[in-house]
């Protein structure tokens, strides 16, 4: 078995969040290939509960899951599903009664990259594993640094790492640190601690001339330098319950935000001389994403409102332009993916779902069922086909 760990991200790789760009885009499927009347089971391994995402490097699929009290983070051959090693440690939570439906965790996805596998769990701790053993190179518990070391209902942004480091916001809710570790040994290069953490995921982008580190908070939307932490601009967005949990979308020096009950907003980040500054350029208050993050493809924005019991959009993303909206009742959330020529659409209902890439009026080509139990994790597309983890358990999906 060859696997090519220490390398860098491969094209065809899953090896974070939303895929090999943190941005739901997706490698091309293999040229000729058709969408069939049913896909192919190659494979279905029980991987423990909770929401986490697979990824995947070279020829092995990561998952991150709970058993009882302890989490676990396993390595699975992608070919055959088998399990290569398995690491885990006796996490035990609490979980806030609001969120009693969604379970003990874990939801942060693992994030591979130069041979090493960094994973959040539940509760806060941040661990550095060796890809290829499972062996624990370093880990952090923030236990007795801040009040929580996790917001109200458990830790769910997934490591970014970017340049030799490894971003996190620690902590909990009004008493935490946006921080940057050292990706080999784990020591802190630089902290914010303008606000506590958010449950979606940071990402990075050049915006200015400046490599920033663009981040929902728990009450703002915020850009730091990706160097030195220092803080260059912020936006207040706060929603109900306290739930920013939708992965900021930056294309140039657009910002694309949105948040529970409060639409879908773009800023534009302009420097003047030292100062920055985030200026309204457009809002649509007609739909607005709550935990399924849009994906952005060309100039069209395709997201999944949690209006009217979840329902799909399209807008235009140069001026927020509603170009469409599907029926309602398509699910409590979604994980979109946009392939060359389709959008991929992974319902909590378990039903993969495609349709063209149309800016005029959603038009599904197949819809397939995956799994026969909720699926909160984010679809992973590999060369092989499609990773779904449902409830309990993981499996490969392929189109013969």
Known sequence: MTLALAAPVAAEDWPQWRGPGRDGLAPSLPPGSAWPKS????WR??????HSSPVMAGDRVFVLGRQGEVEELLSLDLETGRVLWRQGEPVPYTMNPAAMGHGKGPKSTPTVRDGRIYTLGIGGILTCRDAQSGRVLWRKDFRGRFRETSPLYGAAQS???????????????????LTAFEAATGAVKWEWKGDGPAYASPVAADIGGVRQVVAFTQAHLVGVSAARGDPLWKVPFTTDYTQNAVTPIVRGSTVIYSGLGNGVHAVEIVRRGEAWAAEPRWSNTGVSAYMSTPVLDGDVLFGLSHRKKGQLFALDARTGR???ASDGRQ????????????????????????ARKDAKAFAPIATYAVADSPVWAHLAVVPAGFLVKDATSLALWTLK
């Open 159 to 177: 490591p970014l790492v970017d340049a030799g480091l490894v971003v996190v916001h620690v902590g909990g809710n009004d008493d935490g640190a």
């Open 39 to 42: 896909l192919k089971l190659a």
């Open 322 to 324: 509603s170009l469409w």
């Open 331 to 354: 699910g409590d959330n979604a994980s979109l993916v946009a392939l060359q020529d389709a959008l991929l659409m992974l319902t909590t209902e378990g039903e993969l779902v495609v």
């Open 45 to 50: 391994t029980g991987v423990g509960e909770g």
